[in-house]
């Protein structure tokens, strides 16, 4: 099993930045990539970002590409997303997740969510 919690999330407004902490454990956490997904209201789950923790090779959505950065802390066994330069349709609930490759678009362990708003 793997355990993910979240945090970090909030209201900004647009242009402004944000940051995503996502602490992992359990014992396998490592052999996976880990990565941020995002759902806004009526419509569906889609991948942002991703790394391996080994590497740190890293993926990102187009729509993304950019503005977030997503890095990894190894000591601390936490995987960040930092936000830049937010718009209004970056609104949506984010999700870290563990995964068994950088780019699949699912996943195999989920955190709880942490909802980032973004005001116009």
């Known amino acids: 099993q793997v355990q993910l919690v979240e945090s970090g999330g909030g209201l900004v407004q647009a242009g402004g930045s944000l940051t995503l902490s996502c602490a992992a454990s359990g014992r396998t956490f490592s052999s996976y990539a880990m990565g941020w997904f995002r759902q806004a209201p009526g419509k569906e789950r889609e991948s942002v970002a991703a790394?391996?923790?080994?590497?740190?090779?890293?993926y990102y959505a187009d729509s993304v590409k950019g503005r977030f950065t997503i890095s990894r802390d190894n000591a601390k066994n936490t995987v960040y997303l930092q936000m830049n330069s937010l718009k209004p349709e970056d609104t949506a609930v984010y999700y870290c997740a563990a995964k068994d490759r950088l780019t699949t678009p699912r996943a195999r362990y989920w955190g709880q969510g942490t909802q980032v708003t973004v005001s116009s």
């Open positions: 790394i391996t923790w080994i590497s740190g090779t890293t």
